[in-house]
Every structure is written in structure tokens, then in C-alpha cells.
């Protein structure tokens, strides 16, 4: 039956060994039509069924989640068959090389080290976790960098990085916080040349904080002043000023002497 078949059907590699592959139940199909995976990673493993389906709200199978998953050489081929009590249907069947599906994480333990005195930092990581491949080469990074106070902002300073695991960043600004993120892709091998997920943030850097000692101090200056700028104000309407300081009589400009 034409139309039968599975639809829009994908998989992805992701946290090392995990894939997961979904589809669409054909326009065409009967609403009873169940569908099967089989797959193979290579020409000499035999196919399996699918052990763990994803399911619709009617119970049809759209989808399977597998585990233990190693990249091979070869291309994995996979096949969707269906049955239906009211007619045959048509099966779906595809070659792919896992490695192109492989949704790559972000470098591991990204540190930054500041030198004060130059006013660089060295950026460090390790490349990330692949069933296939342990060698530098195969990856490039990128490396995104802003300010913590503005971690919307426009990115204060991007480079790409390939086969190495350290990169040195010059600070323009040794007063500031900075926000470091880093992502990967395949750069040779069989490592898909996509670019992988962000980094959760690294921080860094310095940062422009007055200590509370001396807030205390400018405000008990602040008070201090206003204080003293009303007292002269309210003296000056009430006349206690004079009270207070009270004039001293001018001498008497001509004194008699008498004998």
C-alpha cells in the first residue's frame, strides 16, 4: 500500500553511546498499522530488534532509544517494517554513518589560570568523550568570552582553536569578571564536523567590588555632613547661632584718665 510507509525518519548519537531514532507513521497507513526497527552496525553483526520503543498516545511505535552504542567504520543499516490487519505495508530502509549523527559534548574540565603581573590567562581543557577516537587532532574548539556583568552582550572575544587542548586569552581589562563557554566539532577523522553543545560558564578574572568597610565609611561621611549642613541652616532661622556664640563688645574708642 502506497503511503504506508514511516515518515521523516532520524537518529542521533548523544552522550557517548546513547541514540535515539524516530519517525512518522506514512499519511497512507492504517490507524491499526504497527511499525518494527531492525538495525545493524555493520555487514557482519546480525540485525536486531528494537529492545526499548517510544511510543504515541495510541500505543504506536515512533521511535527507539538504544544503548551501548559503538561508531564503526561502516555504515549501520536500519530498516522499519509494519503490519496491519487491513493490508500489507511498505517497509523503510536506510544506510547511515553513525559518526555524522554523533551530537558531540563540550570539552571536560575547562580551568583558566590568570597571571596578574602579564594580565593573560591560560585556558586548559581536555577533548570530549567519543566511542571512536582519543586524539586531539580530530577536534577544533571554540572559545566564546564576555563580561559576567553583561553575559548578554556582544561577545567580547571568540577564537577557534584546532587539535590543541590550551589557548592563551590576553585581558583588555585585568578590573573585570569574565565568562568563558566552549563547544566542539570535528575537525578530521570520523568525528561529525557539526558544532556540538555549549559549556555550561567558567569564570574568571577579577572583579571591581568596594569592600563594605568603605561604603560604611563614605556613608557615616554622607550623614555626617548632612547633619551638619542642617544643624547651620536650622541655627540661622532660629537665631540659636547668636545664643551659642554670643557677640563681644567693640572697646570704647576714647578712655578719660583723670588724676
Same mark, same amino acid.
Given at each position: 500500500?502506497?503511503?504506508?510507509?514511516?515518515?521523516?525518519?532520524?537518529?542521533?548519537?548523544?552522550?557517548?553511546?546513547?541514540?535515539?531514532?524516530?519517525?512518522?507513521?506514512?499519511?497512507?497507513?492504517?490507524?491499526?498499522?504497527?511499525?518494527?526497527?531492525?538495525?545493524?552496525?555493520?555487514?557482519?553483526?546480525?540485525?536486531?530488534?528494537?529492545?526499548?520503543?517510544?511510543?504515541?498516545?495510541?500505543?504506536?511505535?515512533?521511535?527507539?532509544?538504544?544503548?551501548?552504542?559503538?561508531?564503526?567504520?561502516?555504515?549501520?543499516?536500519?530498516?522499519?517494517?509494519?503490519?496491519?490487519?487491513?493490508?500489507?505495508?511498505?517497509?523503510?530502509?536506510?544506510?547511515?554513518?553513525?559518526?555524522?549523527?554523533?551530537?558531540?559534548?563540550?570539552?571536560?574540565?575547562?580551568?583558566?589560570?590568570?597571571?596578574?603581573?602579564?594580565?593573560?590567562?591560560?585556558?586548559?581543557?581536555?577533548?570530549?568523550?567519543?566511542?571512536?577516537?582519543? @586524539?586531539?587532532?580530530?577536534?577544533?574548539?571554540?572559545?566564546?568570552?564576555?563580561?559576567?556583568?553583561?553575559?548578554?552582550? @556582544?561577545?567580547?572575544?571568540?577564537?577557534?582553536?584546532?587539535?590543541?587542548?590550551?589557548? $592563551?586569552?590576553?585581558?583588555?581589562?585585568?578590573?573585570?569578571?569574565?565568562?568563558?563557554?566552549?563547544? $566542539?566539532?570535528?575537525?578530521?577523522?570520523?568525528?561529525?564536523?557539526?558544532?556540538?553543545?555549549?559549556?555550561?560558564?567558567?569564570?574568571?578574572?577579577?572583579?571591581?567590588?568596594?569592600?563594605?568597610?568603605?561604603?560604611?565609611?563614605?556613608?557615616?561621611?554622607?550623614?555626617?555632613?548632612?547633619?551638619?549642613?542642617?544643624?547651620?541652616?536650622?541655627?540661622?532661622?532660629?537665631?540659636?547661632?547668636?545664643?551659642?556664640?554670643?557677640?563681644?563688645?567693640?572697646?570704647?574708642?576714647?578712655?578719660?584718665?583723670?588724676?
Amino acid at each position: 500500500m502506497n503511503g504506508s510507509a514511516i515518515e521523516n525518519f532520524s537518529c542521533m548519537i548523544y552522550n557517548v553511546s546513547f541514540m535515539n531514532c524516530t519517525w512518522r507513521a506514512g499519511r497512507d497507513a492504517p490507524g491499526d498499522t504497527q511499525y518494527f526497527l531492525y538495525w545493524k552496525n555493520s555487514r557482519y553483526d546480525d540485525a536486531m530488534e528494537c529492545e526499548l520503543y517510544i511510543k504515541d498516545e495510541n500505543g504506536r511505535n515512533t521511535g527507539c532509544r538504544f544503548q551501548n552504542v559503538k561508531i564503526e567504520i561502516e555504515k549501520a543499516y536500519f530498516l522499519v517494517n509494519g503490519s496491519s490487519k487491513d493490508s500489507l505495508i511498505q517497509f523503510y530502509d536506510e544506510y547511515i554513518q553513525l559518526y555524522k549523527i554523533e551530537k558531540l559534548m563540550p570539552p571536560s574540565n575547562i580551568t583558566v589560570n590568570c597571571d596578574e603581573i602579564k594580565k593573560d590567562c591560560i585556558i586548559q581543557w581536555q577533548q570530549p568523550q567519543i566511542s571512536h577516537s582519543n @586524539k586531539d587532532k580530530c577536534f577544533k574548539y571554540e572559545i566564546n568570552i564576555k563580561y559576567k556583568d553583561n553575559p548578554e552582550g @556582544k561577545t567580547k572575544y571568540t577564537s577557534i582553536q584546532e587539535g590543541v587542548n590550551s589557548h $592563551t586569552f590576553q585581558r583588555s581589562n585585568t578590573r573585570k569578571r569574565y565568562l568563558l563557554k566552549m563547544r $566542539t566539532a570535528g575537525s578530521a577523522c570520523l568525528v561529525n564536523p557539526a558544532w556540538g553543545e555549549w559549556s555550561a560558564p567558567v569564570e574568571f578574572g577579577n572583579e571591581e567590588i568596594i569592600s563594605s568597610s568603605v561604603w560604611i565609611l563614605l556613608v557615616v561621611a554622607v550623614v555626617t555632613l548632612l547633619v551638619a549642613v542642617v544643624a547651620i541652616l536650622f541655627c540661622k532661622r532660629t537665631g540659636c547661632w547668636k545664643a551659642a556664640f554670643p557677640q563681644i563688645p567693640e572697646p570704647k574708642k576714647y578712655i578719660s584718665w583723670t588724676a
